[in-house]
C-alpha cells in the first residue's frame, strides 16, 4: 500500500476506534482532541495541490519546511566550524557579539587560522611599539568648497534603510551613534521619524527613487530635499549610484515588508515592491553627476557631499575623475563598496557574480585618485565586511580614510544571520515590520551594545596603530600589511599593489600601459 492509503486507512480507524471507545468512556474524547486535527491536516495535505511532498506524505512532510526554517540555526550552532560559517564566519560573529555585550574579548591557544595557508595576512609591528592615548581618532571630511565639514569616526554604520529594518532596530542604531559619537547613513529609504528621535549624526543617501526629496511623478525636488537637508542632525549627503550586494539593480524593499507608514515617508504607493530605478534621472553624464554634487552641497548649506559604488567598468569611473578636472567640482568623498557588501533583499546573480570586491575597488579608487592628482581633496569610505579592527586597519592601509559596517552594526544588536532579511519573518525583529517581533528590539539596551561595539572596535585599531609604531591612523601604508602568495613567498601589501605616482594619469609619458587603454575609452561627457 502506498504512503497515502496507509494514512486513509490509520484515519477511518482511528476515528471509528475513538468514537466507539467514547462512548464507553468520555475520557477518550481527550484522544480524539490530539488525533482530530491531525487527521484533518493529513486529509488537507492529501488534497492540496501545491506541494508534492506533503501530497505523498500526510503530516509527515511537514516537518521537512519545519527544519527548513530553522536550517539556518542549525546550521551556524551545530555543523559550522569558528572559521567555516557564511557569509560572516563564527568567528567575527563571536567577536562582535562579545563586545557589544561588553563580555571578554579575548582568545585563548592562539590563532585558529592557518598561519601557513595561501592568502593569509597580517600587520608588521614595529620594534618600538607606540602607546597612543587618543582612543577615539577623527577623520575630516569636507574638501575646498566644503563649507560644514564633518569629523567622522573611522567606524560608522553602513547604510540601512527604515523599511529594510524594523523602526526599533533604526532607533537603537541612532541612539547608539548619538551615545559612541559616529554617523549613521540612512539607506536610500529617506529619513524616517526613528532616524531623527535620538539625534545621532546623520548620512542622508540618496538613491534613484529619490526618497524624501521626490515630487509625485518620482523626480529630484530641490525644495523638499533643502528642507531636510538643513536639519543640524544631517551631517552628510551620499549620493547612491550602486551597491555591492546588486550593483545596477536598485533598491528592493518587498511588498510585504511595506507598511502605510514608510509608504507615506518614502511618497510610494501600498500593495507593491518597492523598486528604486537602476539610474538616476537627476543626470545622466559624469559631467552632470558632479554638477548634482555641487547642486546638492549648495542646497545643504555647504555640507559634505559624496557618493557611493560598487566598481565595475573602470572607464565609467575614469570618465568621472576627467570630469572632476574638467570642471573643477570635487565630492567630498566617495564610498566604495565592495561586491561581497550585504543586502536585505537582492537577486540572486546580482548578490553572487556582478560587482568587484572591496580590496579590488578600493586599490583602483585610490590609484585613480592619486594619478589625477586629487586625491588630497576627497576622503575614501570603504564598506564590505567590516567586523574587527583588523579589517578597518586593512582598508585603511589600502587607502580608505574610513569604514562602514552594515552587518557588523546589525550583529550587536542581535542579529543571527539566519538569512531571512526579505521575508519579513526576521527572527531577531531587526529586518523585519511584524510588531509583534520588533518589539523584541529593546532600544535603551540594543543602541548601548551598538556604542560599546563601535568604542571596542576603535579601541583595539588605535592598539593595533600603535603597535605597528605609528602615530595615527593617517600614518598607515599598504608597506604594513603582508600576504602569505604560497609556501614561504611572503609579499606587503606595497609589493602586491603598487601605489600609483601622483599625477602619472594626466601625463601620457607616465602613464602605466595597464590603464592606458581604459583612460582613452573614458569620456567626461558620456558613460
Not at 541612539?175 to 535620538?198: C, R, V
Not at 545596477?248 to 518614502?266: D, F, S, V, W
Request: net charge positive.
Amino acid at each position: 500500500m502506498t504512503m497515502r492509503q496507509n494514512f486513509v486507512l490509520f484515519a477511518m480507524v482511528s476515528t471509528v476506534f475513538v468514537l466507539a471507545l467514547s462512548t464507553i468512556s468520555q475520557s477518550w474524547l481527550w484522544v480524539f482532541v490530539v488525533l482530530g486535527p491531525l487527521i484533518v491536516i493529513g486529509l488537507y495535505d492529501m488534497v492540496q495541490t501545491k506541494h508534492s511532498i506533503r501530497r505523498l506524505y500526510p503530516v509527515l512532510g511537514r516537518f521537512r519546511y519545519l527544519l527548513e526554517s530553522f536550517r539556518a540555526e542549525i546550521q551556524q550552532y551545530f555543523v559550522e566550524s569558528d572559521i567555516s560559517g557564511t557569509p560572516v564566519p563564527r568567528e567575527f560573529r563571536s567577536l562582535v557579539y562579545q563586545r557589544a555585550k561588553g563580555d571578554r574579548d579575548t582568545r585563548p591557544f592562539g590563532t585558529i587560522f592557518d598561519a601557513n595557508r595561501a592568502g593569509y595576512e597580517w600587520v608588521n609591528h614595529s620594534m618600538q611599539p607606540k602607546h597612543l592615548t587618543d582612543l577615539d581618532p577623527r577623520v575630516k571630511f569636507g574638501g575646498p568648497d566644503c563649507l560644514k565639514p564633518y569629523m567622522a569616526s573611522p567606524l560608522n554604520i553602513s547604510a540601512m534603510s527604515y523599511g529594510a529594518l524594523s523602526k526599533n532596530a533604526i532607533m537603537a542604531l541612532n541612539k547608539g551613534a548619538k551615545i559612541g559619537g559616529f554617523s549613521h547613513n540612512t539607506g536610500e529609504g529617506s529619513m524616517s521619524p526613528y532616524h531623527l528621535k535620538h539625534g545621532g549624526d546623520i548620512v542622508w543617501q540618496i538613491g534613484t527613487g529619490y526618497f524624501g526629496c521626490r515630487d509625485d511623478e518620482g523626480n529630484f525636488n530641490p525644495e523638499t530635499f533643502k528642507e531636510n537637508a538643513s536639519k543640524d542632525v544631517v551631517k552628510m549627503i551620499e549620493i547612491k549610484l550602486s551597491q555591492g550586494a546588486k550593483p545596477g539593480h536598485g533598491g528592493i524593499l518587498p511588498a510585504a515588508k511595506l507598511t502605510e507608514e514608510i509608504a507615506a515617508i518614502r511618497h510610494v504607493p501600498m500593495g507593491k515592491d518597492v523598486i528604486s530605478p537602476p539610474a538616476h534621472t537627476a543626470f545622466s553624464t559624469p559631467t552632470e553627476l558632479l554638477g548634482f554634487v555641487k547642486q546638492l552641497r549648495d542646497l545643504s548649506g555647504g555640507k559634505p557631499v559624496g557618493f557611493k559604488l560598487c566598481v565595475g567598468r573602470h572607464d565609467e569611473f575614469l570618465a568621472i575623475c576627467k570630469a572632476m578636472i574638467e570642471t573643477g567640482i570635487t565630492p567630498d568623498f566617495i564610498t566604495v563598496d565592495g561586491g561581497e557588501g550585504g543586502t536585505g533583499a537582492a537577486p540572486t546573480e546580482m548578490t553572487n557574480s556582478v560587482g568587484t570586491p572591496l580590496r579590488d575597488g578600493l586599490i583602483f579608487v585610490n590609484n585613480a585618485l592619486i594619478g589625477f592628482g586629487i586625491k588630497d581633496r576627497i576622503r575614501i569610505i570603504a564598506s564590505g565586511k567590516m567586523f574587527s579592527a583588523f579589517h578597518i586597519l586593512r582598508a585603511i592601509a589600502l587607502g580608505a580614510d574610513a569604514v562602514n559596517s552594515a552587518r557588523g552594526m546589525m550583529m550587536s544588536l542581535g542579529c543571527i544571520q539566519a538569512r531571512t532579511c526579505n521575508s519579513d519573518h526576521c527572527p531577531t525583529g531587526i529586518a523585519t515590520q511584524n510588531p509583534s517581533r520588533n518589539k523584541a528590539i529593546v532600544v535603551s539596551d540594543k543602541s548601548q551594545r551598538v556604542a560599546n561595539f563601535h568604542r571596542e572596535t576603535v579601541t583595539n585599531l588605535v592598539e593595533l596603530v600603535g603597535a605597528a609604531g605609528l602615530n595615527g591612523i593617517h600614518e598607515l601604508e599598504p608597506k604594513h600589511i603582508n600576504r602569505r602568495v604560497q609556501g614561504t613567498e611572503v609579499k606587503s601589501y606595497a609589493q602586491l599593489y603598487p601605489t600609483m605616482e601622483p599625477g602619472s594619469l594626466l601625463d601620457n609619458d607616465k602613464m602605466p600601459e595597464n590603464w592606458r587603454f581604459d583612460m582613452e575609452q573614458a569620456n567626461a561627457a558620456s558613460w
